[in-house]
């Protein structure tokens, strides 16, 4: 459960999808072979995160449905104009569950949420080796709102 606390706050990014499209609401697939195709959208992905980054911004993620690819692939920035492809990723466990002030690009506005800010999650980079990676604070937050992504779900919902 969700509110918005501040409302049309956003314009919509050219490229990203906007609630209500369906192609938001729908479970991605698993990602079963890195090929072409799975290059070409993290590709995309990246693109419109450096459009998207600044220095001063911390968090800064998107997910393969938000351009209209129902798989299951997340990019998250770690640092300015550095970015960690996600695919496939599986909650290991998620704990330090907190109210949170979330945006999306998908969405107009903010909102307050609630959401682990420590996240275990096993997943697979693009040379196809699979990782466990620990995310804490604003990161897992932002790692729960791609994770609901891939899973047709919103910050809004
Ligand atoms: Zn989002």
Known sequence: MSLQI???YRKPYKGILQD???RLRKV???VNTVDKHVHKIVGMLISILKELD?????WLGISAPQIGHNLRIIV???AYRDYQVIVNPEIIKQKWFLPAISGCYSLKGFYLIKSPYWSKVKFMDLNGKIHTETFIGGTAVLLKQELD???GRLISD
Do not use: G, Q
Not at 54 to 58: D, E, V
């Open 28 to 30: 991605s697939e698993k």
């Open 76 to 78: 998250i920035k770690k």
């Open 6 to 8: 501040i409302a049309n």
């Open 54 to 58: 600044k220095s001063h911004l911390l």
């Open 149 to 151: 992504h891939i899973n």
């Open 20 to 22: 209500p499209d369906p």
